[in-house]
């Protein structure tokens, strides 16, 4: 009974998988049947779609007696939805209005608030009930500001000197800009889950992490790609992309674990 329990904990994951699977045999071997333009948006559409279920099932099983903590999935469910609504926005622009590559429309400005609600959830987690020494916490702060203001020069100069600091660019590196903030954000949080031996809720913000960085890896990549009109829909980095939402799924699926556990306690 327990490891049906513990499956279904894990059941959108598994789902997302097997759809990321079929995406990666789909791109990897070049298949080429049917519109590449929606099937290659709707694999994309189709697991961020489960990214958002998994934070529904999440914050519905949040007790209303722990107030702070569904404060914060609401944000982190808020994210996932913006996130999907842009992927959303993203297809219908490519298929229906013919916009290849539509950078700076509004999946764009949905996109860019998921970050902010993401931001808000990372910052709202951290509250809850961790109380790490002032010293600690200014230290990782100032660090934080530090690593960002480098990277973001050094990002930046390189496209004025080379000439390629434009409109679409400027958004690539917003993003960028918010990705290095949650890296810091969840970075914190591991120290501070670390410090007070949480194991469970480590493993869940560790994979969280991985994701991060990923969706990091992944704009810093388009950036480029965008950069010489090298990116078209079903490109391999799509496989990137949506393994940033097979994190957020897993963490997700792993946080459902360890609800049941404390709720059977």
């Given amino acids: 009974m327990k490891k049906v329990n513990k499956l279904c904990c ?53 007790p209303i007696s722990f107030p702070l903590e569904k404060r914060a999935n609401r944000f982190l469910l808020f994210s996932m939805s913006l996130f999907f609504l842009g992927d959303l926005n993203w297809l219908f622009q490519e298929v229906f209005e013919k916009v290849a590559v539509p950078i700076g429309g509004l ?5 860019f608030g998921a970050y902010i609600c993401a931001i808000i959830a990372a910052i709202s ?24 203001g480098i990277i973001m020069y050094l990002n930046i100069s390189q496209d004025i000197s080379l000439g390629t600091f434009n409109f679409d660019h400027a958004i690539q590196d917003v993003y960028i800009f918010y990705d290095l903030i949650l890296i810091v954000l969840i970075s914190r949080l591991f120290i501070d889950l670390i410090s007070i031996e949480k194991a469970d809720m480590f493993y869940s913000w560790m994979i969280l992490g991985v994701g991060i960085f ?43 674990a360890f609800l049941r556990r404390r709720n059977n306690d």
């Fill in 10 to 62: 894990y059941s959108f994951f598994i789902i997302a998988v097997v759809v990321f699977l079929v995406q990666a045999i789909w791109i990897l071997f070049d298949l080429n049947f049917g519109n590449k333009t929606i099937i290659g948006n709707g694999f994309i559409c189709i697991i961020s779609g489960i990214a958002v279920l998994t934070s529904i099932t999440i914050y519905r099983k949040i």
């Fill in 107 to 111: 999946s764009d400005i949905l996109w």
């Fill in 125 to 148: 987690f951290s509250s809850i009930a961790f109380a790490p020494s002032r010293k600690r916490f200014y230290t990782m702060i100032a660090l934080g500001v530090v690593i960002i």
């Fill in 214 to 256: 990923t969706r990091a890896v992944y704009d810093y990549l388009f950036a480029n790609l965008s950069e010489t009109a090298s990116y078209y829909t079903g490109h391999p980095i799509d496989l990137v992309y949506v393994f940033f939402y097979l994190m957020i799924i897993l963490a997700g699926s792993t946080k459902l």
